[in-house]
């Protein structure tokens, strides 16, 4: 079941998309790179968490669910997403 709000689907087909280019991006780095030192990796672990958040952000705001399994789902997102802020910070430190 789909939501009905024009602005929820926008949302998540958009999640979907950064989802495809989280993906995308994993798969590049892990094709230039022959010897994937450690940088390589946590940069590969930014985009797979980015990718995780952004497909529960698309089920989240795609589809119609009950009131405690939209609260229960909005967890691990978070927790994907902050993990990506952290691996990002450190990456980019």
């Given at each position: 079941?789909?939501?009905?709000?024009?602005?929820?689907?926008?949302?998540?087909?958009?999640?979907?998309?950064?989802?495809?280019?989280?993906?995308?991006?994993?798969?590049?780095?892990?094709?230039?790179?022959?010897?994937?030192?450690?940088?390589?990796?946590?940069?590969?672990?930014?985009?797979?968490?980015?990718?995780?958040?952004?497909l529960i952000g698309a089920a989240a705001h795609g589809l119609e669910m009950a009131a405690s399994i939209e609260?229960?789902?909005?967890?691990?997102?978070?927790?994907?997403?902050?993990?990506?802020?952290?691996?990002?910070?450190?990456?980019?430190?």
């Amino acid at each position: 079941m789909f939501t009905d709000s024009p602005t929820e689907m926008t949302t998540a087909i958009t999640d979907v998309i950064l989802a495809a280019q989280s993906a995308a991006a994993i798969y590049i780095i892990r094709r230039r790179t022959v010897a994937r030192p450690m940088w390589t990796q946590v940069w590969a672990w930014v985009f797979a968490l980015l990718s995780i958040a952004s497909l529960i952000g698309a089920a989240a705001h795609g589809l119609e669910m009950a009131a405690s399994i939209e609260t229960a789902i909005w967890s691990p997102a978070y927790l994907a997403l902050g993990l990506t802020m952290a691996l990002f910070v450190i990456a980019a430190i």
